[in-house]
């Protein structure tokens, strides 16, 4: 083929590339009524078919539950390029059918979002505050989730804007997301905020911006951050993401984690009290430790993501359990918290679960598995919570590890093998199989007995793994007490002085 003849067929396959070639552009407005709520404007251009199917999510990433977002979506109309409107109909629980008769390249979609729930899987909007949970605001052109999208936000006056998407330069408010997964990963957070002094870790920018926070030392909070974040990153190796923000959006329970932020509920009101300063910054960290597990290093049913149904899988013991187990390490390594209090932490879970009659009857696995309409946990007689028995399971199969190894390897060699191996080189999630030949080859033996704890409702023998530490556990009027032994080995005292620095 002549130079000139490829030349043509390349512009030709460009300029058809060109025509084919979708955008999605969204413009958010707060409307402050008696039920506030948001007006979404949609531009799409580059669309074909004569009939154009649109979602909203069902749930969000991070909360394993359907939330019914449809409902909160009223006035949905469509228009074409000429201003003509657009036959629509609502079909199923969360579609629109747009019917694009005259085949118009560009349409334009609006509707209104009610937003009165103030909580981090929710939309909520009121006179200097607005929260956008992204999933239960924006609705996906059926099939193309990995359509690139532009958003500008319309923030009332005198407010600001935090979120973790990318800006686009020169342009007040407008962010761009490489698709909608990432759109739907990346909360909004407006309104009267602050922001505190920023710092880097590993070169990496780190911001807390929060919604009217109270009284505090804001630099000495920051500093504290900064040392979990230090400690954090120290445990995997890597820093993934270009920067990270923290949204406190005011009072209220929860967070959420995303890949490069946190929807947080803060006041920083408790931070002057010492324990509630400690609970504080165990949420933190455990919100911040997620962006490693369960949104890089995770199961293999997390991504990509069934929007409409919930994505369901056994391994939350890991995911959830695994990241409380990790704040009691994190806070402990930044010398935020004794041993004696991680122990403490510990027996406390241990009574938890083992005080729950669901015990009997419903594994880690199935809690996690079941989560959607259980709930997270372990309410009722027959339900147990992973938030409980996973972070034991995560000491469990972390000091095994330590005996078994004479103390070469931990937990962190599997953490940090499944991030490498399955983040960075297979860029997937990893199946419960594949969770377990890691673990067991970083053990070098079989960890049988405690994939039995995690996947059966065998009671585990705590004497046994918590003795690998030289550490006696007592059961004492049904509660259980963890506490160190007269005279230990050189192992147990070296695994001890490893595990609980
Ligand atoms: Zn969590």
């Not at 979404?40 to 669309?47: H, P, T």
């Not at 979120?163 to 009267?192: C, H, W």
Request: aromatic letters at 14%; a neutral charge.
């Amino acid at each position: 083929m002549s130079i000139k003849r490829t030349l043509i067929l390349c512009l030709f396959l460009l300029a058809r590339n060109f025509a084919w070639a979708q955008e999605m552009t969204y413009t958010v407005s707060p409307v402050l009524s008696d039920t506030p709520y948001y007006h979404i404007e949609l531009a799409c251009r580059g669309v074909s078919g004569d009939s154009l199917q649109f979602s909203i999510p069902d749930w969000t990433p991070g909360y394993y539950q359907l939330m019914d977002y449809a409902a909160a979506v009223r006035n949905v109309q469509a228009k074409d390029i000429n201003g003509n409107t657009l036959l629509c109909k609502k079909t199923g629980k969360n579609s629109w059918w747009i019917y694009n008769t005259s085949a118009a390249p560009v349409i334009n979609l609006q509707y209104d979002v009610r937003s009165t729930r103030l909580f981090v899987a929710s939309n909520y909007l009121e006179a200097d505050r607005g929260f956008i949970s992204p999933a239960g605001m924006f609705m996906h052109l059926k099939g193309h989730i990995e359509q690139a999208v532009t958003l500008t936000v319309k923030p009332l006056n005198g407010w600001s804007v935090a979120t973790g998407l990318r800006p686009v330069p020169d342009q007040q408010y407008t962010y761009i997301a490489s698709d909608f997964d990432v759109l739907y990963d990346s909360p909004i957070l407006m309104g009267k905020l602050e922001t505190f002094p920023s710092f880097d870790v590993q070169g990496k920018p780190h911001h807390f911006i929060a919604y009217r926070p109270r009284e505090f030392d804001r630099a000495a909070f920051m500093k504290d951050l900064q040392k979990i974040i230090n400690t954090a990153a120290d445990i995997i190796g890597d820093i993934p993401y270009d920067n990270y923000t923290f949204l406190g959006i005011g009072s209220g329970m929860g967070g959420i984690e995303h890949l490069n932020s946190t929807a947080v509920s803060f006041t920083g009101g408790n931070l002057n009290k010492p324990e509630e300063k400690i609970r504080t910054y165990n949420f933190l960290a455990h919100e911040y430790f997620h962006h490693y597990n369960v949104k890089r290093i995770r199961p293999i049913e997390l991504g990509p993501f069934d929007y409409d149904h919930g994505s369901k899988t056994r391994l939350l013991w890991v995911s959830e359990g695994f990241t409380v187990y990790y704040e009691y390490m994190i806070l402990c390594r930044a010398g935020f918290t004794t041993p004696d209090e991680v122990l403490r932490a510990l027996q406390n879970n241990i009574h938890a679960y083992e005080s729950k009659p669901g015990r009997l009857l419903q594994s880690a696995a199935g809690a996690s598995y079941n989560t959607w309409s259980d709930g997270p946990f372990g309410a009722g007689d027959s339900s147990i919570s992973y938030y409980e028995k996973g972070p034991v399971l995560g000491a469990l199969m972390d000091l095994k590890i330590r005996h078994e190894t004479r103390n070469k390897y931990s937990l962190d060699d599997v953490m940090r093998a499944l991030y490498r191996e399955y983040y960075q080189e297979k860029k997937r999630g990893f199946t419960e199989a594949e969770f377990r030949s890691v673990a067991e080859r970083i053990a070098g033996v079989s960890l049988a007995e405690c994939f039995d704890y995690a996947n059966t409702v065998k009671t585990p023998d705590y004497k046994k793994y918590f003795g690998y530490a030289g550490l006696d556990v007592a059961t004492k009027d049904g509660s259980f007490a963890i506490t160190r032994r007269k005279s230990m080995n050189t192992l147990q005292e070296s695994i001890l002085k490893d595990w609980l620095p």
